[in-house]
């Protein structure tokens, strides 16, 4: 395959995204804290041949935990536990730029990109809870327009941390200079350094920058600087709406707009039927806590009380217009507010298709297929991050089942043929970063340190010996493909997991 390609990411939210995925009879409600699920998840998506893992981070108590566990362990970390587990599949962890300082997330990631060889990514957000700005020792969270300014800064000078590290700062020759580290020497409003990075530069030219604007300021900074762009779209034309906008804008920044891929929010639910595939959801949206029933949650992103909102009627103009003093995330209100204007569902209908923001599809494998490469063909996305409802069992179902009827259409891979994050994504080194020579490069890690050599490495070393391994020319182990077994989807029952209509 050497043409244009489908991307797939996927949203890896603690036992799922919907809130009632811990209470699926199959699912341990204490798996967020436990690395072999996310090991069973990153290996079903690296099974799958998809392009990363990202994990959200919402770095505070979040009210609903009487309703369903809401803790997250610390992003970075979990992907750095979870790199020894795959071989490919890229990790980005989410951290903000405003509850963060420029040179110690520029350090952490590219850490991370080293131990994974060139496989992380940063999902840039601002912060608009004030628990967590506060549990960071500040008063609160500034203006969105102030937030996106000391963000664009912070991706601004982190890049220039990246791209000024030396190419040899862990040479192994003694003799070698290192390639000298440029100083930054940065002041600006929100951040004065003097850098440089303590590292060498990153095996895939810099780490691959993700963001998720929608309002007006993040559509700019995701112009700008994005490179892979998680958005939220209910439509068809809302997504191709933002899609035109935002490589306009790209290229209004002097960029070229096919080095960014717009990877939408998708929840897929499958079925062997689209009537059973609806059943799966119903029976996820009944076991939801009375007080966390979905029109409460639409309510909430509309600034409404419950009781103002009649489940049988579309909503009003003036429902629809965004409170003036909203703080949270606008691109999900705009999305939501679009579908609705455009095809006037009652609230009941739209509660059909609306998950947290997300759009739900639900089908049997072929109908996810025709509804993603709908969007794909139609330059309305250039992939889509999965955020599976319940994990891990909705991703295994779609790896099982979606991902070969993509391959049986030829726009998706059948095996990875590189090894980095930007190389899946098919990005660019970037212009300010020299790729690695052929001398100079890092040797790729040795196929004979396996996990359980690397378990019992103090038993082989003693602590405290230097030693180097020499490149032995042998290329990492492969990601084969699984022999594909066509089993049939779970049936919908009082203790299945549910699904929801396209």
């Known amino acids: 395959m050497t043409g244009r390609l489908i991307h797939l990411n996927v949203n890896v939210s603690g036992t799922g995204y919907h809130q009632a995925s811990w209470l699926d009879p199959a699912v341990d409600p204490a798996a967020f804290t436990d690395l072999a699920h996310y090991r069973r998840i990153a290996e079903a998506a690296e099974r799958g041949t998809l392009d990363a893992i990202l994990l959200p981070d919402i770095p505070v108590q979040q009210p609903g935990i009487r309703r369903a566990p809401t803790a997250t362990l610390e992003p970075t970390l979990l992907l750095a536990a979870l790199s020894r587990a795959t071989h490919r599949i890229g990790l980005i962890p989410t951290a903000s730029t405003t509850l963060n300082t420029p040179c110690h997330l520029a350090r952490r990631i590219l850490s991370l990109d080293h131990i994974s060889g060139g496989r992380a990514g940063w999902n840039a957000v601002t912060t608009f809870q004030p628990e967590a700005a506060r549990n960071f020792g500040l008063p609160g969270v500034a203006p969105r327009r102030e937030r996106y300014r000391r963000a664009a800064e912070f991706i601004e000078v982190t890049r220039e941390l990246w791209d000024g590290c030396g190419s040899g700062a862990s040479s192994a020759d003694r003799t070698d200079d290192g390639g000298q580290a440029a100083a930054l020497d940065h002041r600006g409003p929100f951040a004065s350094l003097p850098g440089p990075l303590n590292l060498p530069r990153s095996p895939q030219g810099r780490p691959v920058t993700a963001q998720a604007g929608a309002s007006e300021e993040g559509r700019e900074l995701a112009a700008r600087y994005g490179e892979i762009l998680y958005t939220s779209q209910f439509s068809l034309e809302d997504a191709q709406e933002y899609a035109h906008d935002i490589r306009t804008r790209a290229r209004a920044h002097g960029r070229d707009p096919d080095e960014i891929r717009i990877l939408p929010g998708l929840v897929p639910i499958l079925g062997s039927t689209h009537a059973e595939a609806r059943e799966r959801f119903d029976a996820l949206q009944n076991r939801l806590h009375p007080d966390s029933a979905p029109f409460l949650a639409l309510a909430n992103w509309l600034g409404f009380a419950p009781d103002e ?25 705009r999305s939501l507010a679009g579908f609705a204007r455009r095809y006037r569902p009652s609230v009941r209908e739209l509660l059909t298709r609306f998950l947290n923001g997300h759009r739900v599809v639900c089908g049997t494998p072929e109908q996810l297929a025709d509804s993603i490469v709908e969007w794909w063909e139609t330059g309305a996305a250039d992939g889509f991050t999965l955020i599976p409802a319940v994990l891990p069992a909705h991703l295994e179902e779609f790896a099982e089942h979606v991902v070969p009827e993509l391959r049986r259409r030829g726009v998706f891979r059948r095996s990875y043929t590189t090894d980095t994050l930007r190389g899946h994504l098919r990005l660019p080194t970037p212009s300010r970063c020299r790729p690695h020579s052929s001398d100079t490069a890092p040797p790729a890690p040795d196929p004979r340190l396996t996990a359980d050599i690397l378990d019992r490495i103090d038993e082989i070393v003693p602590p405290g010996h230097v030693f180097h391994l020499r490149d032995t020319g ?3 182990p492969a990601v084969t493909e699984p022999a594909l077994r066509r089993r ?6 009082d203790t299945q997991e549910g699904a929801q209509p396209t």
């Open 309 to 333: 909102l009649d489940l049988d009627t579309p909503l009003t103009e003036a429902q629809l217009e965004p409170p003036p003093d909203r703080v949270g995330p606008i691109g999900f209100y």
């Open 474 to 476: 042998a290329a990492p």
């Open 488 to 493: 049939p989807l779970p049936a919908p029952s």
